[in-house]
């Protein structure tokens, strides 16, 4: 079964830094794209960032130039370094496969908080 385990979150101050993990198992990792999602309440979950087998990224608007995903394939884990941290990057961050997350796949999330 496919599990993605995300792990990282916290309390931080705007303008400050964190690094997200997520570890999969179940799935032949080097063969999907990967992706960091976000949910705050109320809202449905949207793209962050995704990453091919191969590393090609790309980078949703609101967070270019200031996140950086990455994938360590022989581990079998997805990462996402975030500078510069805005209030409205508040939200529970996941990790699925892209470009169709598996409903299967949706682990607990991990919480980040900006605020002063």
């Known amino acids: 079964q496919v599990q993605f385990v995300e792990s990282g979150g916290g309390l931080v101050q705007p303008g400050g830094s964190l690094r997200l993990s997520c570890a999969a198992s179940g799935v032949r990792f080097s063969g999907y794209t990967l992706a960091w999602y976000r949910q705050v309440p109320g809202k449905q979950r949207d793209l962050v960032a995704s990453?091919?087998?191969?590393?090609?990224?790309n980078y949703s608007d609101s967070v270019k130039e200031r996140f950086t995903i990455s994938r360590d394939n022989a581990k079998g884990a997805v990462f996402l370094q975030m500078n510069s941290l805005k209030p409205e990057d508040t939200a529970v961050y996941y990790c699925?496969?892209?470009?169709?997350?598996?409903?299967?796949?949706w682990g607990q999330g991990t919480q980040v908080t900006v605020s002063s």
């Open positions: 990453i091919t087998g191969g590393g090609s990224r």
């Open positions: 699925n496969i892209y470009p169709f997350p598996l409903s299967t796949g």
